[in-house]
């Protein structure tokens, strides 16, 4: 189909769709008897049992509640609330027939992930086309949308934040820092925390001081690419280019939340081992060679820590052995069974060496292995 390939460059609009409590609106959408309802998405459902919130509805959030908040703290914070388990399959479904009905607009659609697109359109009127956007998604799927506009990617995505719930708002380079330069950095796409405690440092705690910080300065702190990239955001310069091409993961992951703490190291070995197995697998499906490994490991009471290596050499789960279908072998087989083992093998030393880098004084509540694909030329974005 002709959005499949389409690509445009520099355009005069980029829209940022962004569906609102998508996870949550979902389950709503499967149960309207909890429409107006505290709902807590995530785990297996069942607050009593260890697992971490996916998704809040604005009624839960409005008592504290947040992703990435264990359960257990979010029943403490709303007793009321409905918890359901997390159902990855339908929130895929749903996410495709949404951009499926973006996809009939005048734009080409740039899917950035579930619950989000970057529109690129050609347009007198950006705001009538963003209405019609969120009346498109709520006639042909029951949800609710924010629409932010821009004239890149970066403005647009930031308005976002200005729109929500359920509106548009623009924002462009003529109002970027009225509109900006007196907020913390974090009200940056892509500043987190951590970053901002580092700028306050530097004597920066707005985004008006961090676009007039020294150049040098921020390269020191930050390193030569992402100190110079920190004062790039705060301009609100960025990429207008918005392209149909399909989104392609980076990598993949396993993660398991233990429902009693791990105190061995010789436990924490076994997980690993079992989680880069199964990671393996993801890999050999998606076909495409690994670059870096990393794991992921939560001490009692809630404190992560992520570590991960480049490997020496990328593991390609088809060299060596090519199916029918190129990037899919068969899922048995001898050959089949000997690509699964070396696979694994090579991805279970490479997280057992991380795992191996992190101090074991507290019991362990959760590991996660991540598997990260190597960027071929394809995929590689244009510098």
Not at 185 to 192: E, K, M, N
Not at 209 to 214: G, Q, S
Not at 293 to 306: D, G, I, L, Q
Request: with cysteine; hydrophobic share 40%; proline share 6%.
């Amino acid at each position: 189909m002709w959005w499949e390939y389409r690509i445009l460059i520099d355009v005069e609009w980029v829209l940022h769709v962004d569906l609102d409590q998508f996870i949550a609106a979902v389950e709503i959408a499967r149960h309207p008897e909890l429409r107006g309802e505290p709902v807590v998405v995530g785990g297996a459902g069942d607050p009593a049992q260890r697992g971490v919130v996916a998704t809040a509805s604005y009624e839960a959030r409005a008592f504290g509640v947040h992703s990435g908040m264990p359960l257990r703290t979010a029943q403490r914070k709303c007793p009321d609330a409905v918890f359901l388990p997390s159902d990855s399959p339908a929130y895929e479904e749903v996410s495709e027939r949404v951009m499926a009905a973006l996809r009939e607009l005048p734009v080409v659609v740039e899917v950035a992930g579930w619950d989000e697109a970057f529109l690129g359109a050609e347009t007198d009127d950006p705001e009538s086309l963003a209405q019609r956007v969120r009346d498109i998604v709520r006639r042909r799927c029951g949800l609710e949308c924010s629409v932010g506009i821009g004239d890149n990617k970066l403005r647009a995505k930031t308005a976002t934040g200005f729109a929500k719930p359920g509106g548009i708002h623009r924002l462009t380079r003529s109002d970027w820092l009225p509109v900006m330069a007196h907020r913390s950095p974090d009200a940056l796409w892509g500043v987190g925390s951590r970053t901002v405690k580092k700028l306050a440092e530097l004597g920066i705690t707005t985004v008006g001081e961090l676009a007039e910080a020294d150049r040098d300065q921020l390269a020191a702190r930050f390193g030569p690419t992402m100190g110079p990239f920190f004062r790039v955001l705060a301009h609100g310069w960025g990429d207008r280019e918005v392209t149909a091409t399909p989104h392609v993961a980076k990598s993949r992951s396993r993660e398991t939340t233990f429902q009693r703490n791990l105190t061995e190291r010789a436990d924490a070995d076994a997980a690993v081992r079992e989680l880069a197995r199964r990671v393996a697998d993801d890999v050999i499906a998606e076909g495409r060679p690994v670059a870096r490994v990393a794991v992921k490991v939560r001490f009692a009471p809630f404190v992560t820590r992520t570590r991960s290596t480049t490997l020496s050499e990328p593991v390609d789960p088809v060299a060596g052995y090519r199916a029918a279908e190129p990037g899919r072998p068969a899922a048995s087989g001898p050959a089949e069974n000997v690509q699964r083992n070396r696979v694994g093998d090579a991805l279970e030393r490479a997280a057992l060496t991380v795992l191996g880098r992190f101090e074991f004084d507290r019991p362990v509540r959760l590991l996660g292995v991540r598997a990260e694909f190597a960027e071929s030329s394809a995929d590689a974005p244009e510098r």
